[in-house]
């Protein structure tokens, strides 16, 4: 399977606790994305990675969240603390800079988080 | 702040029916998307249009781009029941960033 992968995909976990969500892009893409959506709503932008470099930061990533792409390849969000609004599927996505293409972006599976 | 809005938000329709969903958008972009998402699953590219005047068509679904307008549209032709999903478009804005803003979906159900 060449797409985009997330794992775990389903985590339920005690408000308070940290979790850590990974991600491996399709092989050669350069940029990588985190998104959350909520039920019922549309993808929300989280951050954005081009190689290693955290380029983009949405105001919605409190001190909670950090995100990692430390080689340039995969990627990991954690979140400390977790509270109940945190419940969201985390959808990694990733893409390679090619103007020609139009820059599809691919969406992974989604992790599904469940704070109880 | 770029605001993406779609309507209808919900959309039955009959098996064999055309009909077009929209989405509109407040500042100038130079890229928009749309995705297919089925319950529980993540989103499924379907196109991305660049410039204005663009049309992309894939099976019964077609995609335009009216930058002028700040509108795309994703028109069903003939549709039949694997359609139903929520279709989302998705903006980009050009302001030399990589944030994608999503609109809030339309939840299509084709009736046999």
């Known amino acids: 399977d060449t797409g985009v992968s997330q794992d775990p995909r389903h985590k339920i976990t005690k408000r308070g606790q940290n979790v850590t969500f990974r991600c491996d892009p399709i092989?050669?893409?350069?940029?990588l994305y985190w998104y959350r959506q909520t039920l019922g709503q549309g993808p929300e932008f989280l951050t954005y990675?081009?190689?290693?470099?955290?380029?983009?930061k949405s105001r919605l990533l409190s001190d909670r969240f950090s995100a990692e792409r430390p080689k340039g390849s995969f990627s990991t969000l954690e979140i400390q603390r977790t509270e109940q609004g945190d419940s969201a599927m985390y959808l990694c996505?990733?893409?390679?800079?090619?103007?020609?293409?139009?820059?599809?972006?691919?969406f992974g599976e989604g992790s599904w988080l469940t704070v109880v | 702040e770029l605001k993406v809005e779609q309507n209808p938000l919900f959309l039955s329709m009959q098996e064999g029916k055309n009909y077009t969903i929209y989405c509109n958008y407040s500042?100038?972009?130079?890229?928009l998307y749309w995705y297919r998402q089925d319950p529980g699953k993540s989103l499924e590219s379907l196109f991305v249009?660049?410039?204005?005047?663009a049309v992309k068509q894939e099976g019964r679904l077609m995609a335009s781009l009216d930058t002028k307008a700040r509108l795309s549209t994703l028109h069903i032709t003939a549709a039949v029941h694997d359609l139903s999903a929520t279709y989302f478009c998705?903006?980009?804005?050009?302001?030399?960033?990589?944030?994608?803003?999503f609109g809030t979906g339309t939840r299509l159900t084709i009736i046999p």
């Open positions: 996505a990733s893409s390679i800079a090619n103007e020609v293409s139009g820059n599809t972006i691919y």
């Open positions: 990675f081009q190689n290693e470099a955290q380029l983009e």
């Open positions: 500042t100038t972009s130079d890229r």
């Open positions: 998705a903006v980009r804005s050009n302001f030399g960033n990589e944030k994608l803003t």
């Open positions: 249009l660049l410039s204005n005047g």
């Open positions: 092989s050669e893409h350069n940029r």
